[in-house]
């Protein structure tokens, strides 16, 4: 009888779409929801936003079989263009999509 040997290796989750909005209360907040997949259906996320003037926070993740969205909302003290990141951590893998975003306070 023939062995086979599988290995499975743990793929990065990917990143899709991203919507990004200003809080209609508050010029100088902003709101982003981004869809993610995995293909590995266990798998289990954590997210870290950049906001790109310094401060960085968790993402709140909602998931279910491996694929969901991450929401993230930041205040900006300072105008001007920042690149903000989103980096999507699963285990020991990452995806990380770079979003440029002007404010204007
Ligand atoms: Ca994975």
Redesign the pocket.
């Known amino acids: 009888m023939d062995e086979v040997n599988v290995t499975v290796r743990?793929?990065?989750?990917m990143i899709g779409r991203i919507d990004i909005s200003n809080d209609p209360n508050q010029s100088d907040k902003i709101n982003i929801i981004a869809d993610f997949t995995?293909?590995?259906v266990l798998?289990t996320h954590t997210a870290i936003w950049d906001w790109g003037d310094g401060n960085k926070s968790h993402g709140v993740i909602n998931e279910s079989k491996?694929s969901g969205t991450v929401i993230g909302s930041h205040v900006y003290k300072s105008k001007g263009e920042h690149n903000i990141s989103l980096k999507i951590i699963?285990k020991d893998?990452y995806s990380k999509v770079l979003i440029l975003r002007r404010i204007d306070l």
Do not use: E, I
């Open positions: 743990n793929v990065a989750p995995d293909p590995g798998d491996g699963d893998v």
